[in-house]
């Protein structure tokens, strides 16, 4: 008898400290920015952390990778039940610093694209700032209903070695949400 009440609270124990370990939206005014654009044909986002902003510098003048990985979700939103997903997009953007020319190699892995930099600034707003990124086709969506767009960000130093819990647990950084209705 007694040692299930000990089980009950290590049970409980586990859950409060799973909970405190959960990321916390990020509102969208101070350091980082979030905007839903709705257009008639596109839904588009336009973002900006500054979290990681400094580790980010400090890890690519010293010539070590930096990737971040942006999770874009988008949500009906209900009253009595679960939000229904809409959209779930992942886009992954890497920097690779070359010291010897002092130049750093950008690859967005969404599209195969990669290009060369000479200023660093340049770098970091493209691992920080998402500009015009079309998320989802306006006609998937009802008019006047509302929905919720949600970013996570993850940022990372190095290469990145995936683990079995990488599929069920990302770890943001920053964790941006908006709503919006079409008219």
């Known amino acids: 008898m007694l040692w299930r009440v000990h089980f009950r609270w ?19 005014a101070g350091a980082d920015s979030m905007e839903v654009h709705v257009d008639p044909q596109v839904i588009h986002c336009t973002a900006r952390i500054q979290v990681e902003r400094q580790a980010i510098t400090m890890a690519l003048k010293d010539g070590i990778v930096a990737t971040t990985i942006w999770h874009f979700q988008v949500a009906m939103l209900r009253e009595y039940w679960p939000n229904k997903g809409i959209a779930d997009i992942t886009v992954s953007r890497r920097v690779e610093p070359d010291l010897l020319s002092r130049s750093w190699l950008l690859f967005d892995d969404a599209s195969g694209i990669s290009r060369r930099v000479y200023m660093l600034d340049e770098a970091i707003s493209f691992l920080t700032d998402i500009e015009q990124f079309p998320v989802l086709d ?3 969506l009802a008019a006047g209903v509302p929905y919720r767009m949600t970013i ?3 940022v990372y130093h190095g290469e ?4 079995w819990w990488s599929g069920i647990w990302h770890p943001a950084q920053a964790v941006l949400q908006q709503d919006f209705k079409l008219q």
Do not use: F, M, N
């Open 10 to 28: 290590w049970l409980a124990l586990l859950l409060v400290a799973g909970l405190a370990l959960l990321p916390r939206p990020v509102q969208a």
């Open 138 to 140: 306006s006609s998937l």
């Open 152 to 154: 996570r960000v993850e």
């Open 160 to 163: 990145i070695k995936e683990a």
